[in-house]
């Protein structure tokens, strides 16, 4: 999972210039690597297991004593929840819906955060992705979702999507931006010459 270098972030912005060149528009893209730590995942599983797994093994066995016990399961909490944080494990860990509602949020929140709200003829469209999550939203406000139904981005987001699976990302924003762009330009044409957002590739840390 490697967020995008300059000349991709270049790419990325030039594919975003050609399309606000030709509808008025005003498409953000947001990438982050994680939309949120998790740092409360590992300790829940760890804590967890660290009861039940040593508890397990001593009923069948009979080989711990109380004392022993107890340093069994500290031992095994610390190993766990040290592993568990590896970011490729803490995801793996968190179920589809927590993930999803967190990148989800994240979305809504740069939406407002890069004014994409306060664009002229209320013309602003966000992409964005959280690559951990294999997350992909566009997100539009009323000048575009008044002249584009929703299930117009869901193709272009399954395809999004997939391609974020395969490590695609570069791939998958510019195939992302052309596909709005054909029905942005066909549904909200330009009529004025005005860049109100800037175009570059916004990435979270």
């Known amino acids: 999972m490697t967020l995008l270098n300059k000349q991709e972030q270049e790419q990325v912005a030039a594919a975003i210039h050609a399309v606000e060149r030709e509808t008025d528009a005003e498409m953000v893209t947001v990438l982050t690597a994680q939309s949120d730590n998790y740092a409360y995942i590992p300790l829940l599983w760890a804590g967890l297991l660290a009861l039940l797994v040593p508890g397990i093994i001593n009923y069948f066995t009979g080989c711990l004593g109380a004392d022993a016990l107890m340093l069994s399961q500290w031992g ?41 709200h306060h664009t002229a ?49 570069l791939k998958g924003f510019l195939t992302c931006i052309e596909a709005c762009g054909t029905h942005l330009k066909a549904k909200v044409p330009a009529t004025r010459q005005k860049n109100e957002l800037p175009n570059h590739l916004v990435i979270l840390d």
């Open 76 to 116: 095994t909490f610390i190993v766990l929840a040290l592993v568990f944080r590896i970011p490729g494990i803490n995801v793996r860990l968190i179920p589809r819906s927590v993930r999803y509602w967190r990148a989800s949020n994240l979305a809504r929140r740069q939406f407002l955060e890069q004014n994409l």
């Open 121 to 169: 003829g209320a013309t602003g469209m966000l992409i964005f992705v959280s690559e951990a999550e294999r997350y992909v939203e566009i997100l539009v406000d009323q000048g575009i979702s008044s002249q584009i139904n929703n299930d117009a981005w869901e193709a272009i987001i399954a395809t999004f999507t997939e391609q974020v699976k395969q490590g695609e990302t």
